[in-house]
């Protein structure tokens, strides 16, 4: 799977901890990776999106085929085109729509599930999906396929994810400038009022934005953080419901 690598700056004088999330706000799309299964395949799902990343699983959680629709152009609707070929038939699969930090299942039919099978080799076509509150719904339900049991759980290698490189953890630092590297999966860093990075210093609430473009830095001085400058003028932003969260720890030498 692929990620996005970004690094935060930071003036440490004293021990200092640093928590790390992200936080949706608007639509966003991401890079991704996975296998493909050895079963008969041929058909094909396409439609139209507000912009984001889809997902196909198997029953292993296994990714076996994904698009993104990040840099292309949208229609006169604002929607961009997508398509995932070369699904396997006969076997369960579920679609994910990642967008805006968040990850959509795609549910329809009656009752409602977001597992299904393709009965065949041929071509399903979703009309726009759109994504809101905890699901993805198609404009024309898809045909041709065979519904399963709904399974609510998030694969792992869909659900957004934060990595810290650099420091370690509790590692011992020169008092100076201190380089945070990180990492982010299935979510993409946006500029104000798009998904963008959340971190406090120590006991200091208030939520310092980092958004995308060159890293600034943060002042350290024992106490409350300054001199960011990358804050956001904007009100406080809602995090993601559940934030993807990393705490790092460190001490000046």
Known sequence: ????????????????????????????????????????????????VSGTRIVAVNPSDQIVAEDDTAGRTPNGQGQFAWSLGDLPVGIDIRLFFITGGNVYPLYFGTPSSNVFAVNAPGSITLGHVTTGGNQATPETPPTGVTPGTANPTLPPNVAPALTISNPSSNASLPNGPVTITFATQNFTIGSVNQPHLHF????????????SGPPGQILYQGAAAANVQWQSNTPVMSAMPLDELRTIWWSAQ
């Open 1 to 48: 799977m692929t990620s996005a690598a970004h690094s935060i700056i930071v003036r440490s004088l004293a021990f200092a901890g640093l928590v790390l999330f992200l936080s949706a706000c608007t639509d966003s799309g991401s890079g991704g990776g996975g296998t493909t299964p050895t079963a008969q395949t041929g058909a094909s799902i396409s439609g139209t």
């Open 200 to 211: 406090y210093l120590d006991s200091d609430q208030t939520p310092y934005h980092f958004f």
